[in-house]
């Protein structure tokens, strides 16, 4: 899929800038071929996050751009860290005396990043802001303000994730937006039902516990008894990929109901030392050249491959005969050389939309998609989503209501 990038600009005054600001997301989105819902969901996206940012940093001046295709568009922002470290230092001193309490929601975060950062790089993401307030909100009212505050937030809603990075030179925020059409409606909406999580992590997968939790979920979602079958035998197929996996990791699952669609939410962290990385590594290696074993399988080796860097990802293959489909290649829709540090993403999609394409000349290209065609997951799932970035995991598994 075609990347493209927009012109970069600098900007010190939105307002006075604002219809050149304008010109490069109309032309990015006409080069992108970004259409319809997804084209508007973009300007507003921008719009919002260039009012953000300069409500942050005020008059300083700022570098904004967009790259991206009509999958994935992330919009760049990026200005000189003028804080000296006496500046830094008052602002951390502000903000640990507690006079700052009122600012604990999304906004106030955000801010903070910009403002009473240390003196060492720091980094802060939307999505590790999401699963650290999850898992406190069961017990902590505050923690349930601070979500109230974020499902309040524009930004947050319409964006897949927001990432802040701060070193002593600069500021950098990245907002990424991912239109896939499963997704037009999960993560771009208010769920109908956003059910209770279910924590996970390596050593407990295998428990009873975590079927009779699901069961006790999908009940919540008060679905017709042959959509309740279907995400149960979705939610069992995701564990048992969740089994599989050699990386020791925490992740929350949870369901949400929307009028036409289910989907599972699977969001982690792996703890992965150098140690760890290296024994994956020789394992990835090793299954490189291993007969074809089932879809989720090859799930699992995107995760873990994934951990270990975009390279990787695109050398999986496996062997169906006397040939070998390149099944990573052909599930990627974002990144290209160069690009590795924003991630990987994996799409059922895509995996199909590419081996469709290959079946009619290839052999190999053709038992991959017989054994596509056997499993439980491609047949109900309308996408499967897999994002890998760093030590970070997500995964959603979108199904259409029958």
Not at 95 to 119: A, K, V
Not at 127 to 150: F, G, M, T
Not at 252 to 278: L, Q, S
Not at 370 to 390: F, N
Request: aromatic share 8%.
């Amino acid at each position: 899929m075609r990347q493209i990038e927009s012109e970069h600009i600098k900007i010190a005054y939105l307002e006075a800038r604002f219809d050149v600001a304008n010109k490069v997301i109309d032309d990015f989105i006409f080069e992108a071929g970004l259409k319809g819902k997804s084209a508007l969901r973009l300007r507003l996206l921008c719009e919002e996050v260039l009012r953000l940012a300069k409500s942050i940093i005020g008059f300083e001046i700022c570098d904004f751009w967009l790259e991206g295709n009509s999958r994935v568009v992330r919009i760049h922002f990026e200005t000189v860290n003028h804080l000296d470290e006496a500046k830094q230092q008052e602002l951390i001193s502000v903000s640990s005396s507690g006079s700052n309490s009122e600012e604990e929601g999304f906004f106030g975060i955000l801010r903070s990043m910009f403002t009473m950062q240390g003196l060492h790089e720091e980094r802060w993401s939307l999505k590790d802001y999401q699963d650290e307030i999850r898992q406190r909100r069961e017990n902590d009212k505050y923690a349930q303000e601070a979500w109230e505050d974020l499902e309040r937030s524009l930004v947050a809603n319409l964006a897949d994730d927001i990432e802040v990075g701060i070193t002593k030179k600069k500021i950098t925020m990245v907002v990424t937006k991912d239109f896939s059409e499963a997704l037009s409606t999960v993560g771009s909406r208010v769920p109908e039902i956003t059910t209770q999580y279910t924590f996970v992590d390596s050593s407990k997968i295998g428990s009873e516990e975590i079927f009779d939790k699901a069961d006790e979920l999908i009940a919540d979602l008060e679905l017709s008894k042959k959509n309740a079958i279907h995400m149960k035998l979705l939610f069992e197929e995701t564990v048992g990929m969740l089994k599989q996996l050699t990386c020791d990791y925490h992740a929350a699952i949870w369901f949400e109901k929307y009028r036409t669609e289910c989907a599972i939410m699977v969001t982690g962290k792996t703890e992965m030392d150098v140690d760890k990385k290296v024994g994956l590594l020789d394992m990835a290696t090793q299954k490189g050249n291993t007969l074809a074993k089932g879809f989720m399988g090859k799930i699992g080796d995107v995760i873990e491959n994934g951990l270990l860097g975009y390279n990787n990802v695109m050398k999986l293959q496996q062997q169906y005969g006397g040939g070998y489909v390149n099944y990573g290649t052909m599930g990627m829709y974002n990144g290209i050389e160069g690009m590795a540090d924003s991630g990987i993403m994996w799409s059922l999609y895509e995996y199909k939309e590419s081996l469709g394409d290959a079946i009619q000349d290839n052999e190999e290209a053709r038992n991959a998609w017989d054994e596509l065609e056997k499993s439980i997951v491609a047949s109900l799932a309308k996408d499967v989503i897999v994002g890998v970035k760093g030590n970070r995991l997500d995964m959603t598994l979108v199904y259409e209501l029958e």
